[in-house]
């Protein structure tokens, strides 16, 4: 069976050749990846509060930690891109941090950056986590959607080429796919978009009926890690990042943070029935 050239694949892919800048003022940029994360922050923090009233929990609590989880998602970010490009990139120039610092921001990171400096700022107030958390779930996994829309615009988080139909194909020069400007690839953004909604459906689905506190908000994690490890594997990585085999950066975070995550959930759901559980001598 003859293979598909790559002009007829193109022809059977799904082009996007929008502009990454959406407008610019002299050397000031706006793209609209930075546009997305705004309006994913933005989607965050509402949701978050409807959610929180639903839980009995006050909208001044919301407006509290907002700030917290913003300054620590986005050090959590830059982070651990960071580390992904320290032996290649960072290493032997470290001021290149401060260049660009919205420029390569992890998403895993803003999710581990952002909720340590919650679980910080909760200590200090003597606050609960798991009920706070259980809350707003369901609205960090839409705002992780909305934020990923950017990254299809830009061509940012990239798929290795293929001939899949729905495969697609960054023509304009100034988008991120530079190494594959014209090549089709896995739209591995869209794959983890139609991810987040499945995750945010299930975490409807569930509000409340987990048990105990904290436990809606582990399955979160523990989810969006198993399926962010196979959406991985659709994603181009470069020699400069971290690889271990045919592993990359993100999936030994997605291992990680499974191995914490899924043991803690099963033994606090465990623990959670063992004491609601009436004991003999109340049954007598």
Partial sequence: MRRKTTVECWKMSIEIGIDPILFSIGSFEVGWHGLMVILAVIVGIGLALWFARGAGIKREVIYSIAPWAIIGGIIGAKLIHVIDYLGSTYSSDPMR??????????????????TLAVFI??????????????????????????????????????GTPTSWPWAVVYTHPNAAATTLLGVPGHPSPVYEI???????????????????????????????????????????????QINVGVLHEAHLIALLVLAVCVPLLIYRMRRARVLAAPSVEEEH
């Fill in 121 to 158: 700022y909760l200590r200090i107030r003597h606050l609960s986590l798991g009920h706070l958390a259980d809350a707003v779930a369901p609205a960090v996994i839409l705002a992780q959607a909305v934020g990923r829309i950017g990254c299809t615009i830009n061509g940012d988080a990239y």
């Fill in 97 to 114: 941090i401060f260049e660009q610092f919205f420029y390569g921001l992890s998403i895993f990171g803003a999710i581990l950056g952002g």
């Fill in 194 to 240: 139609i991810w987040d909604l499945l995750i945010f459906a299930l975490l409807w689905r569930l509000r409340g009926r987990l048990k105990p506190d904290g436990s809606l908000f582990l399955l979160y994690l523990s989810v969006y890690s198993f399926g962010r490890f196979f959406i991985e594997f659709t994603r181009v990585v470069t020699p400069a």
